[in-house]
């Protein structure tokens, strides 16, 4: 009997298991959501070791992010691991990436919410210039 209870119940925590612990009534996924931007140079090449900071235009508070882990120009901006400290209805967000005298600058709106965060408006591309 024991163990038609156990082999009953394993369903149940398979389907669980890609679900986190949230506030009462939700059920959030597992997967870890980024924010990206591709950064390419003016001839349209993927711009490397592009230097990329984050900042909170509202409250100023700088985010650890960027990094260019696809070594084809791609730069994480945002990940869920902020989705708690910004608002739910999106924040203005400043990206600058620098490469010696070369730069660019973005502007976006990131949401938090309840599970993960969302890009509301922000370019997928830059060129660095």
């Known amino acids: 009997m024991k163990y038609a209870l156990l082999i009953a119940a394993l369903p149940f925590g398979l389907l669980t298991a890609g679900c986190v612990a949230e506030p009462e009534g939700f059920a959030c996924t597992a997967i870890y959501v980024t924010v990206g931007v591709t950064v390419l140079t003016e001839s349209g090449a993927p711009a490397d070791s592009v230097e990329i900071t984050v900042t909170n235009r509202r409250t100023g508070t700088r985010y650890e992010i960027g990094d260019d882990f696809s070594g084809r120009g ?34 976006y709106q990131i949401a938090g919410g309840d599970c993960h965060i969302a890009k509301l408006a922000g370019p997928d591309t830059v060129v660095i210039r």
Do not use: M, W
């Open 74 to 107: 791609y730069y994480t901006i945002f990940t869920d691991r902020y989705y708690n400290q910004i608002s739910s209805k999106g924040e203005p967000i400043r990206v600058t990436g620098r490469k010696g005298t070369l730069g660019f600058v973005a502007d």
